[in-house]
């Protein structure tokens, strides 16, 4: 079995978020998505401290398909510079199920193909 991974990410908001989420799942580049929030960001960003309403995502996917799939999310993302975390899933007490249902989820489409904003 391929390793797997999650991948963190945060949106401005619940709808843009899983339009994205949506986009992964239909090109087969994620199994799941989970999205968490709301919640309250504090940045620095541009010489300033800066506050923000936003949500979490997670995804669920191969390794293989971790780059693709951050490409995906920043052309997706209204963001200048998107939080895109890859966080590799350990197979020690991790539900072996899941995770092969992750693998059968996450075949790519022979052409995968990305609307510049969601």
Excluded at 5 to 25: F, G, K, M, N, S
Excluded at 31 to 40: D, E, K, Q, S, V
Excluded at 72 to 87: F, G, Q, S
């Amino acid at each position: 079995m391929e390793e797997m991974a999650l991948v963190y990410t945060t949106w401005p908001d619940a709808q843009t978020a899983e339009a994205a989420a949506r986009q992964a799942i239909a090109q087969h580049l994620a199994a799941c998505a989970n999205i968490l929030g709301p919640m309250h960001s504090i940045f620095r960003w541009d010489g300033g401290v800066h506050t923000q309403d936003e949500v979490a995502m997670i995804l669920k996917t191969r390794m293989s398909l971790s780059d693709p799939l951050r490409d995906a999310l920043v052309a997706l993302h209204p963001y200048e510079t998107p939080c895109i975390v890859l966080m590799p899933i350990n197979r020690i007490g991790s539900n072996t199920a899941f995770l092969a249902w992750i693998e059968e989820e996450t075949t790519p489409t022979a052409s995968v193909t990305w609307p510049t904003t969601v």
